[in-house]
């Protein structure tokens, strides 16, 4: 077998960095610094020697990542295999479109989604033209039940707690050749997960977790404080430290889906200083990882 290359396309939260509308000093930045920006999270799992690759999410930023991935192993004109699509939010399934007739018009992709996440794409207008034409086919996916890329690499769904106002919420397990990947970019808290998170990620090679908000002050520092955290749970870095901080010896952490606010994209705040004192990392748009 082969090399099996996992790379992260995006590592930001759904409306990526900047955000539309927003002057925040990190969002101002991005606009000003281009190497600043952040794309919508998404992942790709890349097989170089046999020219294939799947995708995890068809975030919004899908034309640039899918560019991204294909120019950096040499798979330009290569469609992927497949797409995973972790729920039904808009950083995570809205690149779909681009499958359709009206740009790459693909035949055939397989689309591994929830049922709940099934329905939508099948019934509801525009997701249903991909399905009746043949753009894609969906395929149900539940928890714990592995989907084989080939001999020896599966995708595991792991169903988590979140906002499931259309559809269910899942991470994955990326188990590889060499390496087990725990990917969990969207999830409500750690205490309503049935798991433990600590138990689960000592399983793991590698883990890309869920960096939505560095802690509460994230959003009156941007100059947000009038949205209610309430409607947007997500669990804060400071908490997943404390929870992980007991097994950074035996599973690297990396942080990713970060909301445009959060203080910890600025490489030389005592945020992201504080993140790095306590042995975790920091996701990148681009990096790539042999797994």
Known sequence: MGEVILQVLGTAQDAGLPQPNCYCENCTK???????????ASLGIVFPDKHEWHLIDASPDFKEQITMLQRAHGLEGHVMESIFLTHAHIGHYPGLIYL????????????????LMKNVLETHVPWRQLTNLGNIQVQAIDDGIPTRLNESVEVVPVR??????????FGFWINGTKKKVLYIPDIDSWEEWELDVAEACAQADICLLDATFFSGNDLAGSGSSDRDLSEIPHPFITDTIERLKGITDT????FTHFNHSNPALRTTSEERKF???NGFYIADDGMTFVI
């Not at 988590?160 to 919420?169: D, I, L, Q, Y």
């Not at 599973?251 to 990396?254: A, K, N, S, V």
């Open 30 to 40: 991005a606009m000003d610094d281009p190497s600043f920006k952040r794309r919508a």
């Open 100 to 115: 359709g007739k009206e740009a790459m018009n693909t035949q055939n992709v397989q689309v591994y989604a929830g049922q």
């Open 160 to 169: 988590v707690p979140h906002r499931n106002e259309f559809s269910e919420t």
């Open 251 to 254: 599973c690297e952490i990396y």
């Open 275 to 277: 993140i790095e004192k």
